[in-house]
């Protein structure tokens, strides 16, 4: 019993001593104590995520931090995301392994790993294959989807953030593996889908502490809400597997699911084309070409529909900017609906405008891009930030600051357009897909899936708030859907959307 009180005082001393030294370290001689922050914030990460716990809003609480503190990036963007950049993806990247030959492209921190990688990934998004009548007539057919079921529900209020989810991620099922996920026929989200979503809550709070989100991971059983997921995209790839053939039969495979003339149809065909080839930009393993497969849809659907459905709001609660773009579509297509092409859209521009505005004041991925500067170190401005520290500039915090942009917290399209030189927008910071080598390589089909979306809506519909609905909900955006890959804070709004026959 005394031997047992006398290991216990040991330990406990041994760890409080332990403890008291780490902070005392971290508060007063860590290489970053002259930053100003939060007293916690310095002693542990856990901090973070206690801050991204809290309504799942951790570009809130940066913004009130900001507010507090002050700021001192002014020159920051390029130096650490532009193309000449010598930061690298931080430790945040690592939280499912450390071990880049397992994982996904995207959370690949091997900088030639990923730069390998990457093009394969650009191949598939290229703009010919997005433009030449590959992906873009079956985003087009997803939208008629969605326009069947808004006018089967005529006249009942729809649920905006949902309907833009579902169509989102059939494209993804479309686009990125040529299979449907029937969201749109059914209604509902496929059940790999759902199991999904559910998870992203716990990973968008787990992911502040990598170290902690890699040890769970590893637990058997941990990953058992994502199997319904993760079983339907194995099982699309080894379909797609199977019937293969010479040359790729000594891949044990059978017969061609794709042909060198026509080439891959699909993004993970692209990428499964690479694996089978052997091409220096494939997966380098089994396990980081099934990741890779979930990426598609975990990176390109939240992230469209969280951009839909703020756009959606944003018509709802400016009707002038509604009216404006329909007025420009009636002129483009003065037949109605019937005569919509994508192609008679490309040249009314105040639909990009809107979508911009939309993505500026509410990105989607509105706090991830976590990098770690080089060993050297980085100067910006009159601040040295020592080397292999993380470093992070938020987003929706720049793209609303209005040192950047003339009434920046206002909904004003115009200042993509005619306002565009006079109010200095194109020298203002804008990167909601992010910058350089590690920016969103689905930008172009995500621009293109907007672009259909919000030009069919518009031409069709008057879209106002349901009754009883003030899309105060979106504004404080309480509801919100994060991904697991980077860390995203997708400001999904839920609102209900009132639609009916466009007046104009
Ligand atoms: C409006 C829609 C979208 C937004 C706002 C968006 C935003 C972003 C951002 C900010 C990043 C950089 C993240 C980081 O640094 O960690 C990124 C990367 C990425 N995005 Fe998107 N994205 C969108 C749509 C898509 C789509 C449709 C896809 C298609 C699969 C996609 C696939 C990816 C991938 C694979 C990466 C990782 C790129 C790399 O590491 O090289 N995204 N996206």
């Given at each position: 019993m005394q031997a047992l009180g006398r290991v216990t005082l040991l330990t406990t001393s041994f760890n409080i001593s332990l403890i008291s030294s780490i902070s005392i370290y971290r508060l007063f001689?860590?290489?970053?104590?002259?930053f100003p922050g939060p007293f916690a914030c310095k002693l542990t990460r856990f901090y973070s995520a206690f801050l991204a716990a809290k309504n799942i809003q951790y570009n809130v609480e940066l913004k009130k931090l900001h507010e507090q503190y002050?700021?001192?990036?002014?020159?920051a963007l390029p130096l650490i995301y532009?193309?000449?950049?010598e930061c690298r993806k931080s430790?945040?990247?690592?939280?499912?392994?450390?071990?880049?030959?397992?994982?996904c492209m995207a959370l690949s921190r091997d900088f030639n790993d990923h730069r390998r990688r990457r093009r394969a990934w650009d191949r598939a998004f290229s703009i010919k294959l997005i433009a030449l009548s590959v992906y873009e007539p079956r985003v087009i057919a997803q939208a008629k989807k969605l326009i069947a079921q808004i006018e089967a529900n005529q006249g009942k209020p729809l649920d905006a953030t949902t309907w833009s989810m579902l169509f989102t991620f059939d494209i993804m099922g479309d686009?990125?593996?040529?299979?449907?996920?029937?969201n749109l026929t059914m209604g509902k989200a496929h059940p790999a889908i759902n199991a999904v979503r559910d998870h992203m809550r716990f990973i968008a709070i787990a992911s502040h502490l990598p170290w902690l989100l890699n040890m769970l991971g590893?637990?058997?059983?941990?990953a058992a809400g994502y199997q319904g997921f993760f079983k339907w995209c194995t099982d699309q790839v080894e379909s797609k597997r199977k019937v293969?053939?010479?040359?790729?039969?000594?891949?044990?495979?059978?017969?061609?699911?794709?042909?060198h003339e026509k080439y891959p149809q699909d993004i993970v065909s692209w990428i499964l084309k690479a694996f089978i080839d052997n091409?220096?930009?494939?997966?380098?393993?089994e396990p980081a070409l099934h990741d890779d497969s979930r990426v598609v849809v975990i990176a390109g659907s939240d992230t469209t529909a969280s951009a839909l459905a703020n756009t959606i709001y944003f018509l709802a609660k400016h009707p002038q900017v509604l009216r404006k773009l329909q007025t420009q579509l009636d002129s483009a297509?003065?037949?109605?609906?019937?005569?919509?092409?994508y192609d008679r859209t490309k040249p009314i521009s105040y639909i990009d405008d809107i979508i911009h505005e939309s993505l500026r004041l509410r990105?989607?991925?509105?706090s991830s891009g976590y990098r770690v500067t080089s060993s050297k170190g980085l100067q910006i401005d009159e601040v040295f930030i020592p080397g292999d520290v993380n470093v992070f500039v938020p987003p929706q915090l720049i793209q609303t600051d209005e040192r950047y942009y003339k009434f920046s917290k206002q909904f004003i399209p115009e200042r993509w357009g005619e306002k565009k030189v006079e109010w200095g927008t194109d020298k203002a910071p804008y990167f909601p897909f992010s910058?350089?080598?590690?920016?969103?390589?689905g930008k172009n089909l995500a621009m293109l899936s907007l672009r259909v979306a919000v030009s069919t809506l518009a031409q069709r519909y008057d879209i106002r708030f349901a009754p009883?609905?003030?899309?105060e909900a979106c504004v404080s955006a309480e509801e919100v859907v994060v991904t697991r890959?980077?860390?995203?804070?997708?400001?999904?709004c839920y609102f209900w959307m009132w639609t009916c026959e466009s007046s104009s």
């Open positions: 001689f860590h290489r970053l104590h002259p002050g700021n001192f990036v002014r020159t532009g193309p000449h950049t430790t945040w990247y690592g939280h499912l392994d450390v071990d880049h030959t397992k994982i686009v990125g593996f040529g299979k449907d996920f029937g590893k637990l058997p059983g941990a293969s053939s010479p040359p790729y039969s000594s891949a044990g495979l059978t017969q061609q699911s794709w042909d091409d220096v930009s494939a997966p380098p393993s297509m003065p037949n109605g609906p019937q005569s919509w092409t990105p989607p991925v509105s910058l350089g080598v590690y920016g969103c390589v009883g609905e003030t899309g890959l980077f860390l995203n804070i997708s400001q999904v």
